[in-house]
């Protein structure tokens, strides 16, 4: 028998949020609003990247967050192109890595919140009274000698 609690699972080819979804999460809203490096370096730290090459936007787009990205993207099967990614960190850099930031904060929340318990019937054949103490009766004297 097999038991699953389960929270609903996000759709795992599509963003969980819209592009401009930024009040979605005003804490990931005002950090890529005010200080968009510190919103690139936290999140790439959230990947187990170095949260310092956040530093690194230089360019247009920015290599690094047109690289995290394209990653979060492949890592979570979200369907799009390297195109795609390209035009909207060029164009809207600060509300893609919002959502950038979005998607690794609810996909590792639901990876916390999911419990699968499997629960599987034993069978153990019937041991008649006289086999368990027969049993029993030999451990003890391999015991003793």
Do not use: F
């Not at 005003?26 to 919103?39: A, E, K, T, V």
């Not at 979570?76 to 909207?88: H, T």
Request: hydrophobic fraction near 35%; charge should be neutral; aromatic fraction near 4%.
């Amino acid at each position: 028998m097999t038991m699953a609690v389960m929270q609903p699972l996000m759709s795992n080819n599509m963003w969980s949020t819209n592009l401009c979804d930024c009040c979605d999460d005003m804490s990931i809203c005002c950090c890529g609003l005010w200080c968009y490096p510190c919103l690139v370096g936290s999140t790439l730290s959230d990947v187990n990247e170095n949260s310092c090459l956040g530093c690194c936007g230089c360019g247009c787009p920015s290599p690094v967050h047109l690289a995290l990205r394209y990653g979060v993207r492949k890592q979570y099967g979200i369907e799009g192109s390297l195109c795609s990614d390209w035009c909207k960190v060029a164009c809207c850099s600060v509300c893609s890595m919002c959502q950038v930031a979005r998607e690794i904060k609810r996909r590792k929340a639901q990876q916390a919140t999911t419990t699968v318990i499997n629960v599987q019937p034993v069978h153990m054949p019937m041991a008649s009274v006289g086999d368990a103490l027969a049993a029993g009766l030999s451990q003890d004297s391999s015991i003793h000698q």
